[in-house]
């Protein structure tokens, strides 16, 4: 059962609150998501149970089936990590800016911008957080084998 919900001397609140999940558990009875079916059931429940100010019970509901879908979506829609030298190859091209050009925004020598794209280098966390600074990102994204949430 749900974290709090049983408790030696629960008071009423809590005892409500426990009947009201258990009622909902009953009802929706979430599961491991392990297709697409029961993906779009998972989702088409998460919306019927988000309203403006959801009570604790059904608080509860949803993070768990938040969890459930986020697991799911993890292992089946995986996002790839992409190496910090092809995304800053991707973004340069992308915003059409030449390395000398980004060398001189953000005080990276042009030498280690050059070396970063070859792949000779890796970036620092101090080049990091000017990358991200520029580009408008997290450092995260330029450190390697790491990606934002």
């Not at 909902?24 to 919306?47: F, M």
């Not at 993890?74 to 996002?79: D, G, V």
């Not at 059409?96 to 070396?115: E, M, Q, R, Y």
């Amino acid at each position: 059962m749900a974290e709090g919900l049983h408790t030696v001397g629960e008071g009423r609140e809590e005892v409500s609150t426990a009947t009201e999940y258990r009622q909902l558990l009953t009802k929706y009875a979430p599961q491991p998501i392990r297709s697409q079916p029961a993906y779009a059931k998972a989702l088409a429940t998460l919306e019927e149970l988000m309203v403006p100010r959801p009570d604790a019970a059904r608080s509860l509901l949803i993070e768990v089936l938040a969890t459930l879908i986020e697991k799911y979506e993890s292992r089946e829609y995986p996002i790839p990590v992409i190496p910090p030298a092809e995304m800053l190859a991707k973004l340069l091209a992308t915003k059409g800016v030449k390395p000398a050009d980004l060398a001189k925004a953000t005080g990276i020598p042009t030498a280690t911008i050059s070396n970063i794209l070859a792949r000779r280098r890796g970036i620092s966390k101090q080049n990091a957080f000017k990358l991200g600074e520029y580009f408008g990102l997290s450092p995260i994204v330029f450190l390697g084998g790491q990606r934002e949430k």
